[in-house]
Each structure stands twice: as structure tokens, then as C-alpha cells.
């Protein structure tokens, strides 16, 4: 079963960092960014998704991680 890049999908070329609503379905409840064979991103946009989450954690919007 193939999975579609949700980005790709959308036609989303650039991801806000204070948009945490659409980031949080990239992360586990753990805290963890989820892998691409998990979320069917493709390389480019997973590049692009880690990133940006890493930024929105430097401002503490997205928590490191969770207990």
C-alpha cells in the first residue's frame, strides 16, 4: 500500500513554524518526529517537516519531549 506525501498532496511548499496544529500530526505522542514510511512524506518534505519542527521546539511551541 502506498502512501501519498500529505504536502504533496495539498500543494504546501512552505511550512509555517507557529503552525502547530498541522506539525503535530508529523510527531508521536513521545515527543518524536514520525519517519516518512510512517507518514508517507516523501524526501524532500520530510527534510522540510523536520526542520521546521525542530524550530518551533527552539521557541517552545512543540514540547522536546513528553513524559
Do not use: W
Amino acid at each position: 500500500m502506498e502512501k501519498n506525501c500529505y504536502l504533496c498532496a495539498n500543494k504546501i511548499n512552505k511550512l509555517d513554524y507557529k503552525d502547530t496544529n498541522l506539525l503535530q500530526k508529523f510527531i508521536t505522542p513521545q515527543g518524536k518526529i514520525r519517519p516518512p514510511r510512517k507518514t508517507g512524506s516523501c524526501s524532500k518534505h520530510q527534510r522540510l517537516i523536520a526542520r521546521t519542527i525542530k524550530r518551533s521546539r527552539v521557541i517552545a511551541l512543540l514540547p522536546i519531549v513528553r513524559k
